[in-house]
């Protein structure tokens, strides 16, 4: 089978296509033919070294965390069945023919198989922002990165629970953020003026961007108590709660959840591209611009 992989790290220019032996599934997995590979920006941050003190790789590495496919074969006790339209996380990386997996849910039928490659990482990390802060009716919620694609997500699911949004963005993304029911608000300096210029108090920030702005969130609080992010580092010197998610957070329930609110257009995904397989460098090179204004995927099967 075909497959991208990068023997080092470097630019998008060490992935490289191979011809590799198609995995056998083992017990509680599924070997899925994938339709979608989604791409993230952990893709990219494992390529470039970014992340090789954290998560060293074994070289050759293949990426790609999520995918929508059909499965063509199962080891004992798996969850689905050969056959099965499914999604969800890869165990071997999704830049690939064929990917093994055991965290995958059976794809609802009117749900796209670019919609269902693109929900595991971003709409688990939406989810679980809004866990921790226990968002729910009458709560103003400032979501910093509102227009992207964790962002956009969070936004659509707090409103959903009865909250007011605050969506930070560039001037670009503000009508996407007005689109999904959130109040725009420009980010960068002078930014606790503009959100109390809403005249809304805020009770919680959710920080799905990471571009520095948890001091600002300070600010409008008072406080470190109701603030999360899901990006930026600068968080453990100041108090505030870093989520990077836990294994047991990548679980069944949420892929059903997720996959049962997109199918029923309770939550849409924004897409910026999708590519083919072979041109997997340039969809990371995309990625790590920062401004695709939605997700990215890889047509493959």
Not at 26 to 42: D, L
Not at 87 to 93: C, E, L, M
Not at 257 to 265: H, K, Q, R, T
Not at 273 to 278: E, I, M, Q
Request: no cysteine.
């Amino acid at each position: 089978m075909r497959a991208i992989e990068f023997a080092e790290y470097g630019s998008p220019d060490v992935l490289r296509p191979h011809d590799v032996a198609v995995p056998e599934p083992g017990p509680g997995q599924a070997r899925v033919a994938v339709r979608v590979a989604g791409v993230n920006p952990m893709d990219w941050k494992l390529r470039g070294g970014a992340m090789a003190d954290v998560i060293p790789l074994r070289l050759p590495h293949r990426p790609g965390l999520e995918l929508a496919g059909v499965v063509d074969a199962v080891g004992d006790g798996a969850p689905v069945a050969v056959g099965d339209e499914v999604f969800g996380w890869a165990r071997t990386g999704s830049y690939a023919e064929f990917a093994l997996a055991s965290v995958i849910v059976r794809k609802p039928e009117s749900l796209s198989w670019a919609d269902a490659a693109a929900l595991p990482v971003a709409g688990e990390a939406a989810l679980r922002g809004l866990r921790l802060l226990s968002v729910g009716a009458g709560d103003v919620l400032l979501i910093h990165g509102a227009s992207g694609v964790v962002g956009g997500l969070a936004t659509q699911l707090a409103v959903a629970r009865g909250a007011t949004v605050i969506g930070t963005s560039g001037e670009r993304g503000a009508e996407t953020v007005r689109a999904l029911g959130a109040i725009p608000v420009r980010y960068g300096d002078g930014l606790v003026r503009r959100v109390r210029d809403t005249g809304l108090r805020v009770d919680a920030v959710l920080d799905a961007a990471g571009f520095g702005a948890l001091p600002d969130s300070v600010a409008l609080l008072g406080g470190t108590e109701r603030i999360v992010t899901l990006a930026d580092p600068a968080a453990f010197e100041l108090g505030i709660t870093f989520s990077g998610g836990e294994p047991g957070d990548q679980n069944t329930g949420v892929l059903a959840e997720l996959g049962d609110l997109a199918a029923s257009g309770r939550l849409v995904v924004r897409h910026a591209a999708a590519y083919p397989l072979s041109e997997a460098a340039r969809a990371q090179f995309e990625s790590a611009g920062g401004h695709s204004g939605g997700k990215i995927t890889l047509r493959v099967g």
